[in-house]
């Protein structure tokens, strides 16, 4: 079974620009996750999507950043225009919510995001 | 390959005690570790980073110490709360590699 997969693995745009990354869940799965690494700092949670509809987003950190999931299988987040404070890792996970109990969410590898 | 586990694997206490988590792992070159907490169909939240070079971190009732050449670090709770009941995750950060998270303990905290 394919895991959790992210795409670009890397990213390197001028402050202004636009980037779209990319996360396509564990098949099945409604719940996704998006996190953040700023460099060398704590991984940080951005918002949380249960099949296409935005469950919370209480880390989105700014208006700059929109995560969209179309039809509630991949996501998206776009980040216009970038500023050199958005330069990190963007970690999407997935889950399948469990029966009143912990799920296990899986991580992607992360993109790698550098604004110059 | 970098291998994390935690201890205890579930955990009740009464409201009010003092209680310590276990984190271990098997490579010690680490860049940092965090511990989350987890609440069902919730994202992590992130409660204390410990970076490599430091031996603990504090916030609120939250203490984490990380013994980086024996491979550990334990988190550790005062005063326990009814509010402080779900999974705590650690999570070791392998230079650049991607991070690794351990299975999780759950703790539950009886008024």
């Known amino acids: 079974e394919a895991g959790v997969t992210q795409f670009p693995s890397h990213s390197v745009i001028e402050k202004g620009q636009t980037v779209t990354l990319r996360c396509d869940p564990i098949s099945g799965h409604d719940n996704l996750y998006w996190y953040r690494r700023v460099m060398g700092k704590e991984i940080k949670f951005l918002l949380h999507f249960v099949k296409e509809s935005k469950q919370d987003e209480s880390g989105m950190p700014n208006n700059r950043f929109l995560a969209e999931r179309t039809g509630g299988t991949y996501s998206t987040l776009k980040v216009q225009p970038a500023e050199l404070e958005d330069s990190g890792v963007y970690f999407c996970?997935?889950?399948?919510?469990?029966?009143?109990?912990?799920?296990?969410?899986?991580f992607g590898p992360g993109t790698r995001l550098l604004v110059l | 390959k970098q291998e994390v586990t935690q201890i205890p694997a579930a955990l009740s206490v009464p409201e009010g005690e003092n209680l310590v988590l276990n984190c271990s792992f098997t490579d010690s070159a680490i860049y940092n570790l965090q511990w989350f907490r987890q609440d069902p169909g919730k994202g992590l939240t992130s409660l204390l980073l410990?970076?490599?070079?430091?031996r603990e971190q504090t916030s609120g009732r939250l203490n984490a110490s990380l013994d980086k050449s024996s491979g550990r670090s334990t988190l550790y709770i005062a005063a326990s709360q009814p509010g402080d009941s779900a999974t705590y995750l650690c999570a070791v950060d392998n230079y650049g590699q991607n991070f690794v998270f351990g299975p999780g303990t759950r703790l539950s905290v009886l008024p």
């Open positions: 996970a997935s889950s399948q919510p469990g029966q009143g109990s912990l799920e296990t969410q899986y």
């Open positions: 410990i970076q490599s070079s430091q």
